[in-house]
């Protein structure tokens, strides 16, 4: 049955490669200050769900849109008492610095696509979605309903996607393919908690700005900051004998009369591995901590450039927990804002385990200010709670089954702290679709996804829709 799977997807590779390369052309990025009635989440995000309602209209699906922020296609008897949901999201996070390539032009070069959302998440929905499709033209019979959800807000807060489901009705079960195999069916807590201030001064320096991050879930790559100084040559100086001790980031300034604008280069990844990146941002802090400012920038740095500074466990803040299921809390200073007589802020996001709440977390990080910042931590955003579905679930046990069918791989459940659709539902998992020894370009420059894993995943997810319609 495997190698049927393998041949009929290989029919479809062409046909999947080119729809993809459309919706990949798709700036999906959230564009709050674009936003309209319409387009509530800005033009981008809502051009992509048009897209994918074209192409399941198309392709002959039952095609319904929930107040233009959720899309679907449906197959399989509509009076099925019983539902298996794959969901995707087609949002994406922005470009970011250091790409070689044109993000928003695909390109498929030593059989690698690339694009801004080639792997989180377009290339793995259009997966499953022809997946979904070759299953309806084989005409294959399905005991249980079939339904591909999109939405377009994943990267940030997931509107409207409770919402959809509240009104649509729990799913029996699903997966979600926006992660790795072979499964992942335990997601870690995520809460982020934002410090807000004034940007007041105080010493004989002063910041005119600070600015790192653009999304709680990405490790800053870049960070910049101006600072006004009588002594712009000292200022160069210790920022060059810095970076000489410091081998982990690169940087440089620049001088224009008595303002010297400095900028860090650090490893731009995925937040919710962020230990695996350089954060840019808190570096830079470590380097200014240490010269002469007061009030409120002062105060920022030192929780920045101390608190917050190389730090992925959150030990520093007497946060730190680890579990034997859900392993190590962590955390990602993802955003960092200062501007002189402003409002500020640092947004730190936290993945937990189950021996610990957000709550708590918010009083670690509230308890951890410098003394002489004038500042308050809340809980802001989209929170979430532990998510685990037992390894001994049908669910889980089907689809670790289909996957060692077509890698001869071994497969064992897992948990991570990246946070999926998949736990929208009470049985539901993340599928795919990175392979094992596939380099894990999300969120980060010249992001691509292996074109023959496309096929390979589209012939997993057909075999496993199949399977779950019928499962036990």
Do not use: C
């Not at 564009?31 to 809502?46: I, M, N």
């Not at 022809?130 to 990267?155: F, P, S, T």
Request: proline share 5%; glycine share 10%; hydrophobic share 40%.
């Amino acid at each position: 049955m495997t190698k049927q799977w393998r041949a009929e997807a290989l029919k479809y590779e062409d046909d999947l490669l080119k729809d993809l390369k459309e919706m990949l052309a798709i700036k999906s990025v959230r564009d709050d200050e674009a936003a309209t009635t319409d387009a509530p989440l800005g033009p981008g995000p809502k051009e992509a769900l048009l897209k994918f309602e074209e192409f399941a209209k198309r392709d002959g699906f039952r095609v319904g849109n929930y107040k233009d922020l959720v899309a679907y296609a449906e197959l399989g008897p509509e009076d099925a008492e019983e539902t298996v949901a794959i969901i995707g999201h087609l949002d994406v996070m922005p470009e970011g610095d250091g790409w070689t390539k044109d993000p928003w032009t695909p390109v498929v070069e030593d059989g690698r696509l690339y694009a801004r959302g080639a792997s989180d998440d377009k290339g793995p929905t259009f997966a499953a979605y022809y997946a979904l499709k070759m299953i309806k033209e084989l005409g294959l019979k399905l005991n249980r309903k079939l339904v591909l959800v999109v939405g377009i807000d994943e990267e940030s807060d997931w509107t409207g996607m409770d919402e959809f489901f509240a009104e649509y009705g729990e799913p029996t079960m699903g997966f979600s393919p926006d992660a790795e195999f072979p499964i992942i069916n335990g997601e870690k807590g995520n809460v982020s908690v934002v410090t807000r201030f004034d940007g007041t001064q105080g010493g004989s320096l002063k910041l005119l700005s600070f600015t790192a991050g653009q999304r709680p879930n990405m490790v800053p790559g870049v960070a910049k900051a101006t600072v006004e100084t009588a002594d712009a040559d000292a200022l160069v100086a210790a920022m060059q004998a810095y970076l000489d001790a410091e081998t982990r980031v690169k940087g440089g300034a620049t001088v224009d009369g008595n303002q010297v604008a400095v900028t860090f280069y650090g490893k731009q990844v995925h937040g919710a591995m962020p230990e695996t990146g350089e954060n840019a941002g808190t570096y830079l802090a470590n380097f200014l901590q240490d010269q002469d400012f007061g009030g409120n920038a002062q105060g920022f740095l030192t929780f920045l450039g101390t608190k917050l500074h190389d730090d992925t466990v959150a030990e520093k803040i007497g946060a730190k927990k680890h579990d034997e299921l859900m392993h190590d809390l962590s955390m990602n200073v993802g955003i960092q804002r200062f501007t002189d007589g402003q409002d500020g802020f640092v947004n730190a996001n936290f993945r937990y385990p189950q021996n610990t709440t957000a709550d708590e977390i918010e009083k670690h990080v509230a308890q951890s200010l410098p003394v002489g910042f004038d500042a308050v931590a809340k809980q802001e955003g989209h929170a979430q709670v532990p998510h685990y579905v037992p390894g001994n679930d049908p669910l889980v046990q089907t689809l670790l089954q289909v996957y060692r069918e077509h890698t001869g791989l071994p497969a064992d459940e897992q948990v991570i702290g990246g946070g999926t659709f998949g736990r929208l539902l009470k049985r539901g998992v993340a599928f795919g679709a990175m392979f094992e020894g596939t380099p894990d370009t999300m969120h980060q420059a010249d992001e691509f996804y292996p074109v023959a894993d496309l096929t390979r995943a589209m012939a997993i997810f057909g075999q496993a829709m199949y399977e779950l319609s019928n499962v036990e």
